[in-house]
């Protein structure tokens, strides 16, 4: 199970959890178009919408060890994307 301070550090990447200081990052990458399009059936989401998700990523890697990480390129502060575990459907599966 990962702490959810864990950073994963690779060559050419640098992974940290969500955290709330990312929410304008993360809600232009939740906004793009091609996002929208793949992930969240072309919604829009607000700036709510990725606050909650932020705190339901902290409660997931507390409780059960996963969760979403920002992804940045090394070097680069900004993010370019996300990876990770979120649970969907009734019941919930990863």
């Known amino acids: 199970m ?8 690779t060559a050419r990447t ?9 929410l304008g990052e993360l ?12 992930l969240l059936d072309d919604d829009v989401v607000s700036a709510e919408w990725v606050r ?4 339901s990523s902290r409660e997931r ?3 059960a060890g ?8 090394t070097g680069q502060p900004a ?3 996300f990876v990770g575990f ?3 459907f009734a019941p919930p599966q990863l």
């Open 79 to 81: 993010i370019i994307g």
């Open 66 to 73: 996963t969760g979403l990480w920002a992804v940045c390129l």
């Open 14 to 22: 640098v992974l940290h959890p969500f955290a709330d200081a990312d």
């Open 61 to 63: 890697f507390d409780g």
């Open 52 to 55: 909650t998700e932020i705190a």
């Open 86 to 88: 979120r649970e969907f």
């Open 2 to 9: 990962l702490p959810r301070d864990h950073i994963i550090v």
């Open 27 to 38: 809600l232009a990458v939740f906004q793009d178009p091609m996002v929208r399009r793949y």
